[in-house]
């Protein structure tokens, strides 16, 4: 068995992503490589087929490293729901919660889960390539640490650390993260990877030579910005990636940014889709001219609900609907649309009033539903993932239902995520709003979403050929 953790100077400095190409390229290579992450903060999850929760991050990474996906991947998953306190999801199943001032100190079992994680995968497989969370230089967060040294040091793991440049200081932060580790952290440092480089690489080097030189660390390439590659983003840094690039002809959809966001990769679907233009805002005129208004998922949704109000954007959503403007809800979004919600588990708010736009009532309850979906709707197979508290009851028909959920008018409601990634779906879906709207809109023949997911996980996996020493690597980590 053999293993490498790849770290990062920050979040979102592209673990994920070199961790994702790796895994691919040893897998061409036909070495038994399986990725691991000890711990995700993340509001983005995936359910497995025994219908265990994982960050999105690792479900794609196991795509490209060809293996099942399963909780050992991801063995503890924190879900925020306010900015102290988060869910806890261990192996896959929710595990009460972990307040802001228990983090530094409270977190011995989620380090026994997560260590005995990894012993399986690797008494399992040729290869572990593992992924840091945040930054290793965290020291205020070492002591009891997991995910990033504590892992390396518990495991002998030797450790390379990512650095992205288009954020600027790339230097001064690899330089930082190697000089607030102590000496016996440090030991197990081997090199570095610079992400998101633009324009000719022989300008940096005389920069990289020297941190080499007073470091020792070795530079093992410069990864260039990749504009046509998007991985599942595992934080928030992520969610407003999508911008309009649109023309008159494209269909618009607004997607309202809640304060908490969850599973916003439904997104990466739509804006797939070519001549649809997706935004994700927070700004009401913008949600109230868009052809389609998304309510996202939210783990938050009494609170996000209370935003909605506070910004005036439920004021913009009652508006569409007594216009019959297409309205979506998805998950926390479906349930916000409801005549009521009782949570005496996420918020414990008690009994809360709904937009009132959808003949639902919503109960939080202390079990929590992950499950793949599969189904139909106007003959076309449909499919994704279900992961909540809430259950939803219907106090009057509705006039169609929708993958589990309804329609009135043009309000649609489901509990399904990832269901947009389904292209027949997604086109089908898009059309009806188009003909709602009086859009002109088309959908295309292009290749299809999961072609499309597969074909950039080659791409990355070829650039970090083309632009760093893999075999470097991956001899390391053997």
């Given at each position: 068995m053999s293993g490498i953790l790849i770290a990062g100077t920050s979040s979102d400095a592209g673990k994920s992503l070199i961790v994702t190409g790796l895994c691919r390229a040893a897998r061409r290579r036909?070495?038994?490589?399986?990725?691991?992450?000890?711990?995700?903060?993340?509001?983005?999850?995936?359910?497995?087929?025994?219908?265990?929760?994982?960050?999105?991050?690792?479900?794609?990474?196991?795509?490209?490293?060809?293996?099942?996906?399963?909780?050992?991947?991801?063995?503890?998953?924190?879900?925020?729901?306010?900015?102290?306190?988060?869910?806890?999801?261990l192996r896959g199943r929710p595990s009460g919660t972990l307040e802001a001032g228990q983090y530094a100190t409270g977190r011995a079992v989620l380090a026994k889960a997560a260590w005995a994680a990894y012993s399986e995968l690797a008494a399992g497989h040729e290869l572990v390539i593992c992924e840091g969370a945040g930054s290793p230089a965290e020291i205020n967060l070492r002591v009891g640490d997991y995910t990033n040294m504590g892992l390396a040091r518990r495991f002998n793991l030797p450790v390379v650390v990512v650095g992205?440049?288009?954020?600027?200081?790339?230097?001064?932060?690899?330089?930082?993260?190697?000089?607030?580790?102590?000496?016996?952290?440090?030991?197990?440092l081997e090199g570095y990877l610079i992400n998101k480089f633009r324009g000719d690489a022989g300008i940096l080097a005389p920069g990289l030579d020297e941190i080499s030189r007073r470091t020792g660390l070795r530079?093992?390439?410069?990864?260039?910005?990749?504009?046509?590659?998007?991985?599942?983003?595992?934080?928030?840094?992520?969610?407003?990636?999508?911008?309009?690039?649109?023309?008159?002809?494209?269909?618009r959809v607004a997607v309202v940014r809640l304060p908490r966001v969850s599973n916003s990769t439904d997104i990466d679907a739509l804006a797939f889709e070519p001549d649809v233009s997706v935004e994700v805002t927070t700004d009401p005129k913008i949600c109230e001219r868009a052809d389609l208004l998304v309510l996202p998922g939210s783990r938050a949704t009494v609170d996000d609900l209370a935003w909605l109000r506070e910004r005036g954007i439920a004021e913009v959503i009652s508006k569409r609907a007594r216009q019959n403007q297409p309205i979506l809800g998805i998950c926390g979004g479906y349930q916000m649309l409801a005549e009521r919600i009782d949570d005496e588990h996420e918020s414990r708010a008690g009994a809360v009033a709904g937009l009132g736009l959808l003949p639902v009532h919503v109960e939080f309850g202390a079990d929590k539903v992950t499950s793949l979906t599969a189904g139909s709707w106007r003959n076309v197979p449909a499919g994704g993932y279900e992961i909540h508290h809430g259950i939803m009851s219907w106090t009057a028909e509705p006039d169609e239902v929708f993958l589990d959920g309804g329609r009135v008018g043009q309000i649609w409601g489901t509990m399904w995520h990832g269901a947009f990634e389904r292209d027949e779906f997604r086109r089908v879906f898009l059309s009806e709003i188009a003909a709602a709207t009086g859009s002109s809109w088309q959908p295309s023949r292009t290749p299809g979403f999961a072609a499309a997911r597969e074909a950039m996980i080659d791409r990355l996996a070829d650039s970090l050929e083309e632009n760093c020493d893999v075999s470097g690597l991956l001899e390391l980590a053997r």
């Open positions: 036909g070495i038994d490589v399986v990725p691991f992450k000890a711990q995700n903060m993340s509001n983005n999850s995936m359910v497995c087929a025994d219908g265990a929760e994982i960050g999105r991050a690792q479900y794609l990474q196991a795509a490209a490293a060809g293996v099942e996906p399963s909780s050992a991947l991801n063995p503890v998953l924190l879900k925020p729901g306010t900015d102290r306190r988060s869910f806890i999801v992205d440049i288009d954020r600027g200081g790339v230097l001064a932060s690899i330089y930082g993260t190697w000089a607030l580790l102590d000496d016996a952290d440090r030991e197990l530079n093992f390439g410069v990864l260039p910005f990749l504009a046509d590659v998007w991985l599942d983003g595992e934080d928030s840094l992520t969610v407003g990636r999508w911008r309009p690039n649109s023309t008159s002809e494209d269909l």
